[in-house]
């Protein structure tokens, strides 16, 4: 496995509603983490990666702003969006432009404070994530997009809204020991029962998808440090290397996508490119955290990774193949649906709870078996931008 | 100008397709044909991305497709708050060429399913607004 660049580094700020300041600060939490972590100082930092997803800060052209209050000025910084996987791209570009050899720390530091617009305004926002032209003006908004995806497959697939049910199940379970998830609460059965009067989970958002199929939003910030080979080993004990990256893209417009039955290409896309720049396989991924945004994408994604044959995703959350103890522990950390889904935070944090794993450092959340390889997958938009990034020792 | 009547709330009012809204009007669905490479585009646009051309015909869209996959919409987002209920869904027409509507509020919920036979038609609003929407075949 190549050992070019790795993790010195990370940090995460709690994931919270209502975030009491401002995002400088709230960048500053992962920040503080993060380098503390790896032990060093501004001064070792040689560039900084900045991502969130525009439009829910005032701020505009926030890198800036934000490598000034971190005291990473006067190095370079820049700013990356791809919406919510914003942070996985930003460790793309951090890991190209060390192995480009123009830096050797890098600083990747995703954050996004939604709580100062309302909830609908949000939506709209996040409706405008998709085709401003063709498909906003029928009213569209991040849960309806999903909802395509898991009516084709309860349709084609078999999938029932038990299935969707049983991964928040999971999820909540693990949202409930981690204590940076803005989701701590447990999440049982009865709550999606719609013969239950208080069944808070079963009301329709956009069916097929409910309350309880869809992630929380939150407030957050997350930061990944990145070295070469000669300051990893010259700062870090444990440095967690970057076996393979994948990314792709995908048409806009869901007239331009093919089979819904059959997940988002773009998985499978970044998952191969990413397999192959490892030298692994599926088989080899001990632990892994995927994008559930809904309930329905962590079912895809246990197909666009090759954990599940294509259509047969529904099996792993029926036979618990994906709780800590299974055969592919997956969101062991609450995931997207229970920790929190602070848009430009989330794939430095899911990189974050992997990096933990794979040390050994993850607290109740840890795995069994003393993982060696782990696996993030993180898509922006509803699968228009899609990044797989592998982990190991 | 002209797009801004596109839809329930259009967020754009320039484009170089604008003929589009126009042919609405006239009750049609078209999209746009690469007159040097016969490249076919739905939703319309004016480059092709195959051969680069900007030389486009418009073309009626096919009137019979499949429904492939909906949703319906409890909640709205910011400026469509009267709307919900509301189905939307994905048309195949076979070709490669798809459309993505509302579904017409004619047809019950309950007789909407993945798999059927579905057509199109443009829809006027009471304020002006044009769009298209999916009908029973």
Redesign the interface.
């Known amino acids: 496995m190549e050992k070019d660049v790795a993790v010195i580094g990370v940090g995460q700020s709690s994931f919270v509603r209502g975030y009491e300041g401002s995002i400088r600060e709230l960048a500053f939490e992962a920040f503080r983490e993060a380098m503390q972590d790896a032990g060093i100082t501004q001064k070792d930092v040689s560039a900084s990666v900045f991502c969130s997803a525009p439009e829910y800060d005032k701020q505009r052209s926030p890198a800036g702003v934000l490598a000034e209050y971190l005291g990473l000025i006067p190095q370079p910084t820049f700013y990356i969006e791809t919406v919510c996987s914003s942070s996985s791209s930003g460790v793309k570009v951090g890991y190209s432009m060390i192995k480009a050899g123009l830096h050797d720390v890098v600083v990747v530091c995703g954050f996004q404070k939604m709580s100062e617009i309302t909830s609908a305004e949000s939506q709209e926002r996040m409706g405008r994530g998709a085709d401003i032209q063709w498909e906003a003006p029928f009213g569209t908004m991040m849960p309806a997009y999903y909802a395509l995806y898991a009516q084709a497959y309860m349709a084609k697939n078999g999938l029932t809204h038990d299935d969707m049910r049983d991964v928040r199940l999971k999820s909540a379970s693990y949202g409930m020991v981690n204590e940076r998830a803005v989701y701590r609460k447990g999440v049982k059965a009865e709550d999606f029962d719609p013969k239950n009067p208080d069944a808070k989970m079963a009301g329709p958002v956009a069916w097929p998808i409910r309350v309880g199929d869809a992630c929380a939003n939150a407030d957050g910030s997350s930061c990944i440090i990145l070295a070469n080979k000669e300051k990893a080993k010259a700062f870090s004990k444990k440095p967690i290397w970057i076996m393979g990256i994948g990314a792709a893209s995908e048409a806009v417009n869901m007239a331009a996508r093919p089979d819904f039955s059959q997940g988002l290409s773009v998985g499978y896309k970044a998952a191969a490119e990413a397999y192959k720049m490892a030298g692994i396989t599926a088989k080899d991924v001990k632990v892994a955290e995927v994008h559930d945004c809904f309930t329905i994408a962590e079912l895809m994604a246990y197909e666009g990774l090759g954990f599940a044959p294509m259509g047969e995703g529904k099996q792993l959350i029926r036979e618990k193949a994906t709780y800590k103890e299974g055969r592919i522990p997956v969101n062991v950390d609450g995931g997207l649906l229970s920790k929190g889904h602070p848009i430009g935070a989330t794939g430095g944090s899911q990189m974050r709870t992997i990096v933990l794993q794979l040390r050994g450092e993850a607290g109740p959340m840890q795995v069994p078996g003393d993982p060696g390889i782990g696996l993030v997958h993180n898509v922006g938009g509803v699968g228009l931008y899609g990044n797989v990034t592998i982990f190991g020792r | 100008m002209g ?1 801004e009547k ?7 009012a320039v ?1 170089k397709v604008v003929k589009f809204v126009d042919l609405l009007a006239e009750g049609k669905i078209d999209g746009t044909l690469c007159k040097k490479c016969g490249a076919k585009f ?2 319309p646009r004016s480059d092709c991305a195959t051969c680069f051309s900007k030389d486009m015909d418009w073309f009626d869209m096919p009137k019979k497709g499949t429904l ?14 009267k ?1 919900p209920p ?1 189905t ?3 048309v195949d027409f076979g070709d490669g ?6 579904v017409a509020k004619d047809i019950k919920l309950e007789d909407v ?3 059927m036979d579905v057509g199109v038609r443009t829809l006027s609003y009471e304020d002006g607004q044009i ?1 298209f929407e999916i009908v029973k075949a």
């Open positions: 797009f596109f839809g329930r709330k259009s967020f754009t484009t739905f939703p492939e996959t909906f949703t319906t919409a409890y909640y709205a987002p910011f400026g469509f708050e709307d509301y939307m869904a994905v060429l798809k459309l993505f509507a509302r399913k993945v798999g769009s």
